[in-house]
């Protein structure tokens, strides 16, 4: 970190500071608009925004800034920052000093069970200081492996003194939040250590189970040694108010037939993109078939979407490339959390508008929209909020004040608190909705309005293309898992009831039929994992299991097609080596007709194949297969160059692949010490 300025404080005090995020899932985006509404409270002139929104606040012009930033793929930044980082690298090339009156702060989000830890913070730390920046305070790298609250609640705790000795707030202001907060923290353990005195505890809670929510299983019996709970976060700030619209006016709530995308997709596609290669389209579902036979643990589709009207799209994605889905929350549990908010089925379709309460603090991003575009409350809660994400801390500690039993109030802001957190890691664990939240503990009924502020924004989901550009068809294909498990709780009466749990997108897509709309948008392929162009290219190798294979059906229908082209024989053509494994040869062998096409063929020169569930002898898993042949796979990665692809679950198989690569990489290199000089 680099030392502080020796200039005074006065002198170095700034009159605004700009809270700046990258988000993916919309975690950090969520962790930035708190810390940008607390803020405000405490009296600093704060502004937010999205990191490619560089031009619109001016990046090169300011001096002191707050970063959250989150990592997605292999050490990837989010989507919504890739402009910035490319203005960045501009604006630092040749220039030792380009940011040297920055000063600023960095918390990073990330997974230690994904490899490259918080790479986006710490190559972003890495970049402003070599420019000439400053940090005024340490960052914090949150790993949401164990929890982000762990990190996220102290790092913004230290973060307001820090800031005040660099940034102007209004004092007056700022005292009159601190003394609100402090009453507020011992009213709130007054109270709670008076209500646990009569409290009779059960050793669960739970609801009973409909369709539409699910119970969760909870272990209270810990409050019973509590005199008083610490350490919840405050409050957040009610932001958001509902102005009726008058119902002659003009709603972006209704939908043509055959869409199947937010109703005000509209000013999503005609957003102005840098490249508009990226802007969102409407896509025709063609066709959805099943890939695996039915006695396969896991349903896995292919679903093939028309491109005829993405003009814009032609000619700009490759074999690799991915692409993201609007998908939207369940009907059936969106309705059901309205009926649990006491608003009425004719309230829900009506069109709302929605308000800033304080003029100086803006609506969440993903609400933003419906100050001057009204929506019904249906519609927002459907295609714009998240309901299917377990809560964050201060979602509990805000639902806690509406509840109107002191049971349930003393339990959400237990689970909020420090003393709450083993407790709190369970309910994550069980995956709740939001409606089984608010069935776990029935007195708590908030506004509506309240909860949409508290809820964060619907994240697209993203796929991989399994196919190659052909001229004789404009189309996607896809392949997915769709998203249906059970969740086992111990340690309960009622713990032989699992707990079922489904994607957002996935069992959405499956019930969709031919011919509807859906909103999609290519990606920014950041890794370029794509397949080299020519045939005199390097030696290919495929790692891929599952639904891992899917870009490499794509990057084998662009060998055939390049094969075709230049009229050369496969071998003439690069190696190109798949290793494949999945549950079982009989059940979930994905693609296995064209895999074996394509091998006898000579298009695939190698296919190595295991299958984890067969209870047959040999290799596993596909680390094992590699292992199996490890002198020639190393010998193809250190002495013929060749390009290694690895596409699957990165928590699980890619750790284990990255560690099998490494010990085969130890063992080669000590037989082969000539080959230390490539590594």
């Known amino acids: 970190m680099a030392a502080a300025p020796n200039s005074s404080a006065a002198d170095f005090a700034d009159s605004q500071v700009a809270f700046l995020y990258a988000s993916q899932t919309g975690n950090a985006e969520s962790i930035s608009y708190s810390m940008y509404e607390e803020a405000a409270k405490r009296g600093f002139n ?13 990046f090169n012009e300011v001096r002191t800034a707050v970063f959250v930033v989150s990592t997605t793929g292999d050490g990837d930044p989010p989507d919504n920052s890739a402009r910035f980082w490319r203005v960045l690298r501009k604006a630092t090339r040749g220039k030792d000093r380009a940011y040297s009156h920055l000063r600023y702060a960095i ?166 993109w840098d490249d508009v290669s990226l802007a969102p389209f409407l896509a025709t579902l063609q066709s959805t078939a099943q890939l695996t036979s039915p006695e396969a643990l896991k349903r896995t589709l292919l679903v093939e979407i028309s491109l005829s009207a993405a003009d814009h799209v032609h000619g700009s994605w490759q074999a690799g490339d991915s692409f993201n889905i609007y998908a939207p929350n369940d009907e059936g549990l969106v309705a059901g959390l309205l009926e649990r908010l006491a608003v009425s089925p004719d309230e829900a379709r009506r069109p709302v508008s929605l308000r800033k ?62 003393q709450g957190a083993a407790v709190f890691d369970e309910l994550r664990r069980q995956a709740p ?115 891992g294979v899917a870009p490499f059906i794509g990057f084998l229908e662009q060998r055939a097609q390049d094969l075709v082209a230049a009229g050369a024989r496969p071998q003439e053509a690069p190696l190109m080596w798949l290793f494949f494994g999945c ?36 290799p596993k898993y596909v680390q094992h297969t590699m292992a199996q042949h490890e002198d020639e796979l190393m010998s193809l990665l250190l002495t013929k160059s060749a390009l290694l692809y690895v596409c699957g679950d990165a928590k699980g198989m890619g750790r284990d692949v990255n560690d099998a690569l490494a010990d085969m990489l130890c063992r080669y290199s000590v037989k082969h010490p000539e080959c230390f000089d490539v590594l």
């Open 107 to 272: 918390l990073g989000l990330g997974d230690t069970n994904y490899s490259n830890f918080c790479n986006t913070a710490q190559r972003l730390d890495k970049q402003l200081l070599e420019a000439g920046a400053t940090a005024f305070y340490p960052k914090g790298l949150a790993d949401d492996g164990t929890g982000l609250e762990e990190v996220v609640e102290s790092w913004i705790e230290g973060l307001w003194p820090a800031l005040a000795r660099v940034a102007q707030c209004a004092p007056s202001l700022a005292a009159e939040t601190e003394a609100v907060a402090s009453s507020e923290i011992e009213a709130e353990a007054d109270a709670v250590s008076t209500g646990l005195k009569g409290l009779a505890l059960n050793s669960s809670t739970s609801t009973s189970n409909t369709s539409a929510h699910q119970p969760l299983v909870l272990n209270f019996q810990v409050m019973e040694s509590l005199k008083a709970i610490s350490g919840a976060p405050r409050v957040p700030s009610a932001v958001c108010k509902i102005a009726p619209v008058d119902s002659s006016s003009e709603s972006s709530a209704s939908l043509a037939e055959g869409l199947a995308c937010p109703p005000w997709h509209a000013s999503l596609t005609g957003e102005d």
């Open 46 to 58: 704060a502004k937010w925004h999205v990191l490619d929104d560089h031009e619109k606040f001016g």
């Open 433 to 547: 909705t939001t409606l089984d939240l608010l069935h776990t503990f029935p007195s708590c009924l908030p506004p509506v309005e309240r909860l949409l502020e508290l809820l964060p924004p619907l994240a697209p989901r993203s796929y991989s293309i399994c196919n190659a550009p052909n001229t004789a068809s404009n189309t996607w294909r896809f392949a997915f898992n769709v998203v249906e498990y059970c969740i086992t709780v111990e340690g309960s009466d009622v713990s032989t009831l699992p707990l079922r749990r489904r994607g957002v997108c996935t069992p959405w897509l499956e019930r969709l039929p031919r011919g509807q709309r859906i909103l999609v948008a290519k990606r920014r392929n950041v890794n370029e994992f794509r397949m080299p162009t020519g045939l005199d290219a390097r030696p290919v190798v495929m790692v891929g299991p599952g639904t």
């Open 583 to 618: 549950r079982s040869r009989l059940h979930d062998y994905l693609f296995r007709s064209q895999l074996e096409q394509w091998q006898s063929e000579g298009v695939l020169t190698r296919l190595s194949t295991c299958f984890s569930r067969d209870g047959l002898d040999g």
């Open 357 to 418: 309460r304080d003029a100086a603090i803006e609506l969440p991003t993903h609400l933003a929209r419906f100050a001057t575009a009204p929506a019904s409350l249906f519609d927002i809660l459907q295609w714009a909020c998240d309901v299917c994400t377990a809560p964050r801390k201060q979602t509990l500690r805000a639902l806690a004040d509406h509840c109107s039993e002191v049971t349930d109030r003393d339990r959400l802001l237990f689970l909020s608190s420090r």
